[in-house]
């Protein structure tokens, strides 16, 4: 995969698509302070603590996380992820989280980001893709992954709370990948 990618959203607007950098620190803790509590709850991890964030960029050091930025202007304005694990039953399947800055949503930066996370997958030969939404919270990402042939795989009742202790549900979505996109 090349990089760095150059992509434009909608208004005409700009962004370039990068693997995330060792140096990267800063820009990134200050992509997350822009991110509401309520967003970052669901994160499963504390972003905000440096431990975390030092455990986080061990993993994508090592390539148990590959890790892509979207940046508009040295703003990082975007950010996906990749989970993997290298052993086991689930060694197959990835998992990925995307955030997008609020002031971007809805310009296709996720669409853009959840694209190369598919590559991704493709390229280290995973055979399923999961995201676990939210649902009530994420119905436009749940829409959004749909246009990518990801479906509802369960639903977890009352799984999560939010930041409130309100209890919500939770869809698993799933994507099944194949070798080559020429395969779709």
């Known amino acids: 995969m ?7 959203l909608k ?23 822009q ?7 669901f994160m499963n991890y504390d972003v905000m603590d440096a431990a975390i ?10 390539g148990r996380v590959h890790s892509i930025l979207a940046l508009c202007e040295d703003k990082i304005i975007g950010q996906g992820s990749l989970y993997m694990r290298e052993f086991g ?8 989280r995307i955030v997008v800055l609020p002031e971007f949503r809805k310009k296709r930066l996720g669409t ?18 999961r995201a676990d939404l939210v649902v009530g919270l994420e119905d436009q990402a749940i829409d959004a992954v ?7 795989y369960g639903k977890l009742k009352d799984y ?19 070798k080559e996109w020429s395969d779709y």
């Open 2 to 8: 090349r990089y760095p990618k150059e992509c434009v």
């Open 11 to 33: 208004e005409c607007m700009e962004a370039v698509i990068r693997p995330l950098e060792a140096d990267d620190r800063q820009l990134l803790g200050k992509f997350y302070t």
């Open 35 to 41: 991110i509401s509590d309520s967003d970052r709850w």
């Open 53 to 62: 964030m030092d455990k986080w960029f061990t993993a994508v050091e090592e």
């Open 89 to 96: 039953a689930t060694s197959h399947v990835g998992r990925f």
């Open 112 to 129: 853009w980001l959840l694209l190369d996370l598919i590559q991704l997958a493709m390229d280290r030969g995973l055979e399923i893709l």
């Open 146 to 152: 749909q246009k990518f042939d990801f479906f509802p």
């Open 160 to 178: 999560v709370k939010d930041i409130h202790g309100n209890r919500q549900d939770v869809v698993i979505m799933i994507k099944r990948l194949h």
